[in-house]
C-alpha cells in the first residue's frame, strides 16, 4: 500500500522497486493508498447530489463558528430537547468520508438546529410551520416554561446585527432544514446508510497493511 505519487512510482528509484530489489523479492503487487481510492470512491458516490448537504454543513459551520452567544442558545435548546450538544463541525472536502462524520453530528442535532433558525425565518414562514415546530416540542417533550424560553432566545438573537452576506448564509439554511427538510432527511438517510461501508472498507484496508507491514518488519528481524 503505497501513496500514489509518481515519484515515489519509478521504475529504477521509486520505494516499490526498492522494496523488491532489496527486502522483499516476493512482493507481488503494490497498489494505490487505500485511502485515496476510498476517498475518491467517497466523491463519486457524492456527485450526483451536487453538494446539497455539503453546502449546508458549511454554511452551518460556519455561521455558528464565530457567535458564541448563538452556539450557547444551541446547547440550551438541545439540552431542553435532551440531545448531545456539540460544536456544528467543519466538513473537509480533502478528506475522505468527512461528509459522514459531519452528517452523523447533523441528524443528531437537526432538530436544536431548526428550533434554533425558526427565530430567523420571516413571520409569514414562521406561522406556515407554527404546527411542525409544535409537534416537535410535543416529541421531545419540551416544558411550555422552555419554550417561553426559546421565544426570549429567538427576541436576542434578531437583535443582533447581521451582515447581508451572514443573512443570506442563514436563509439558505432555513430554506434547507425547513423549507427543504424532507430532502435535508433523505439525504442524510443515503449518506448514512452507504459512507459507513467505504469507512469499513477502508479500516479493513489499513488493518490489512499494518498486518503486512509487521510481518515484512518480524521477516527482516525487527
Known amino acids: 500500500m503505497l501513496d500514489s ?3 515515489m512510482r519509478g521504475s529504477k528509484s521509486g520505494l516499490e522497486t526498492r522494496i523488491r530489489q532489496k527486502h522483499c523479492p516476493t512482493l507481488l503487487d503494490v497498489d494505490g493508498d487505500s485511502c485515496h481510492h476510498v476517498h475518491n470512491a467517497a466523491k463519486t458516490f457524492a456527485a450526483p447530489f451536487s453538494n446539497f448537504l455539503e453546502a449546508l454543513f458549511t454554511d452551518i459551520h460556519t455561521d455558528n463558528q464565530w457567535a458564541s452567544d448563538q452556539l450557547d442558545y444551541l446547547k440550551i435548546i438541545c439540552e431542553f430537547l ?5 460544536n456544528p463541525p467543519r466538513f473537509i472536502s480533502h478528506r475522505w468520508l468527512s461528509a459522514y462524520d459531519v452528517g452523523f453530528s447533523t441528524k443528531r442535532m437537526l432538530p436544536a438546529l431548526r428550533i434554533l433558525y425558526d ?14 415546530l409544535q409537534d416537535m416540542y410535543r416529541e421531545h417533550e419540551v416544558s411550555d416554561q422552555a419554550q417561553r424560553r426559546i421565544e426570549l432566545i429567538h427576541k436576542d438573537l434578531c437583535k443582533k446585527a447581521v451582515t447581508d452576506q451572514g443573512k443570506n448564509k442563514k436563509a439558505r439554511i432555513c430554506q434547507k432544514i425547513w423549507v427543504e427538510s424532507r430532502k435535508v432527511d433523505l439525504h442524510l438517510s443515503v ?13 479493513l484496508s489499513s488493518e490489512y497493511f499494518h498486518i503486512q507491514y509487521n510481518a515484512t518488519n518480524q521477516h527482516r528481524g525487527f
Do not use: R, S, W
Not at 435532551?82 to 456539540?86: E, F, K, Q, R
Not at 414562521?126 to 404546527?131: A, L, P, R
Not at 449518506?191 to 479500516?203: A, D, F, R, S, T
Open 5 to 7: 505519487c509518481n515519484v
Open 82 to 86: 435532551d440531545v448531545p450538544a456539540t
Open 191 to 203: 449518506y448514512l446508510g452507504v459512507l459507513p461501508i467505504l469507512k469499513e472498507c477502508h479500516g
Open 119 to 132: 427565530g430567523f425565518m420571516k413571520k409569514q414562514d414562521q406561522d406556515v410551520y407554527k404546527e411542525v
